[in-house]
């Protein structure tokens, strides 16, 4: 893949096409046949997870107390995106997306580090990370379903897989991944006929058809991107290199649009989104990327604020007193999207000042 100073392209075009994917998983559209495009909606994480698993083997040369630190904060701090979803995030917790990539990048830098495994050991780690989890739910431990095992929203286990195999992905000849895809469709069909499963159940459940469908489509995604230069040209995949250099924001972003646009019926009300619902997706992409844009443009102003680590830290205690502080359940849900939307601009300014601190005495060492 296409390789910057500091970026690869390559991993920034899977992001921004798992964006993509996103919309239609959140937007749940269920007019027509539209539920239909739920399950390859619910694609989309394996795209982030393995691009996220590709750039944690890329910062092994960070010190472990950095990295612990840096990534202690996005785990704690995207509990905000919990919150703006659900009001009781921190009585009834769960892991979400954010929880799932803070901990999985640890465990793959700190694999990496150390143990420097083989790229084939990196194909047995994903397959091993899945079989664990369904080794270890029938023995019955419930109050770690949600965190560590499946049923859950992103359960740490069953999705760290995909974080190994995405390193694998990255790692083997481009032909390899084309092959995978193939046998994997192959397998797929034996066990399952051409059924796609249902949504929101196999996501949830992550069974053995939805483990396929995703590592058939992390692999086939590799073997794309690297495949078709035009992909990543700068100047002609602009907006999929942008949403995908800015999936955190896209994150916070897209969904509040979209719980604003099903607020008022859009989908329902706007006669030519009811006869065409893909045009709702667009209309989430058009106007998440003029907010992002905006937001990006404005955001220099008051960056100044968000150099110093105090400010992390009452950021951080918000996120936390803010169901205690604010009465009104809908309320809440608003706040954390905000105190989201200054963590996804402003975080790579918090690894600057953790970067910077870790190397002084105070406060870090």
């Known amino acids: 893949m296409t390789t910057t100073s500091t970026r690869d392209i390559g ?15 959140h937007s749940k559209l ?18 982030f997870f393995s691009a996220s698993g590709v750039t944690a083997t890329f910062q ?18 995207g509990l905000s995106y919990s919150g703006f979803l659900h009001d009781d995030f921190l009585s009834n917790f769960q892991f979400e997306i954010i929880q799932v990539i803070a ?6 830098y700190c694999i990496e580090k150390y143990f420097q495994p083989k790229t084939w050991g990196y194909l047995f780690l994903g397959i091993t990370a899945f079989v664990l989890d369904k080794i270890i739910y029938p023995l019955g431990f419930e109050k770690i379903e949600g965190i560590l095992i499946a049923p859950g ?10 974080f190994f195999l995405g390193v694998f992905a990255y790692r083997i000849k481009n032909l390899y991944n084309l092959i995978i895809f193939f046998t994997l469709s192959i397998i797929y069909y034996s066990l399952f006929g051409w059924g796609i499963p249902e949504g929101g159940v196999s996501k949830r459940q992550f069974l053995l058809d939805f483990f396929i469908l995703s590592s058939m489509s992390l692999f086939f995604v590799f ?3 690297r495949s078709v230069k035009f992909l990543q040209n700068k100047k002609l995949n602009w907006v999929v290199l942008f949403l995908g250099e800015n999936s955190l924001l896209f994150l916070y972003i897209h969904y ?8 008022f019926e859009i989908q329902r009300d706007v006669e030519i989104i009811w006869e065409h619902p893909w045009l709702f997706w667009v209309l989430i992409l058009f106007t998440s990327t003029f907010a992002m844009l905006l937001i990006k443009f404005i955001s220099p102003w008051v960056e100044v604020l968000f150099q110093n680590i105090f400010t992390w830290l009452f950021l951080l205690l918000l996120v936390f007193i803010a169901p205690y502080i604010i009465t009104k359940t809908s309320y809440i849900g608003y706040f954390e999207l905000l105190l989201g939307i200054l963590f996804a601009t402003y975080y790579s300014n918090l690894g600057k000042i953790i970067k910077r601190e ?6 870090l060492n």
């Not at 010190?63 to 704690?76: D, T």
């Not at 929203?153 to 995909?162: A, D, G, H, Q, R």
């Not at 509040?256 to 607020?263: G, N, P, Q, S």
């Not at 870790?358 to 406060?363: M, Q, R, V």
């Open 11 to 25: 991993l920034d075009v899977i992001k921004g096409l798992g964006c993509v994917l996103m919309v239609i998983a």
């Open 30 to 47: 269920k007019m027509w046949d539209y539920e239909e495009y739920l399950i390859w909606g619910n694609l989309a994480p394996a795209l």
């Open 60 to 77: 092994t040369k960070k010190p472990l107390k950095e990295m612990l630190v840096l990534y202690g904060f996005i785990f704690l701090l």
């Open 103 to 108: 901990l999985s990048v640890l465990t793959i």
């Open 153 to 162: 929203v992103f359960p740490f286990l069953p999705w760290l897989s995909l």
């Open 223 to 225: 073997f794309l991107v």
């Open 256 to 263: 509040a649009f979209i719980k604003f646009f099903r607020l």
């Open 358 to 363: 870790s190397h002084a005495n105070y406060p």
